[in-house]
């Protein structure tokens, strides 16, 4: 098995752990039964499919199809390929993530393809890269804190 797909698996199965945590155990035993079978029986497909879609098929394995309980609430943005990162640009996509979970006790931000967006695959992660890497972390971070519900318990994960 390629390397990049066993660092997709891994990054699925870190990220269904991570949704056990908050879900129904029902769910969370379906979902993890699902992913097995999808790496066992193809395998091919999670080199093919971005991460940013198995995310939002995790989340709707273990959340359904709602928006989420009246406690929680789940919201996910996966970076494009850009060569310019705006501040404004960022801001206006956290700010619509962060919309989803105004109102909720406890809420998760997750952020895929950040790093690939930074740099993409066959170059090599420079010292200019990492500071633009850190930089943008630092204004989703900032961004997603000025906008949390007060009072609530956010975790942003970049992934």
Known sequence: MPKSTTDA???LRTLNELLARVSDTERADHARRALEFAYREHPEDLLRVPIGDYVDKLAHLHF???PGTADFAFAHWHVPRLDDFSPLWIRQAI???MKKLAGRREA???VTGLRQAVCAEGCYW???REAQYQRVRGWIDALACAWATRGSRLEVVVL
């Open 64 to 66: 359904g199809p709602g």
């Open 9 to 11: 698996v891994a990054r």
């Open 126 to 128: 420079t010292k200019q």
């Open 108 to 110: 998760l931000l997750l």
């Open 95 to 97: 700010v619509t993530e």
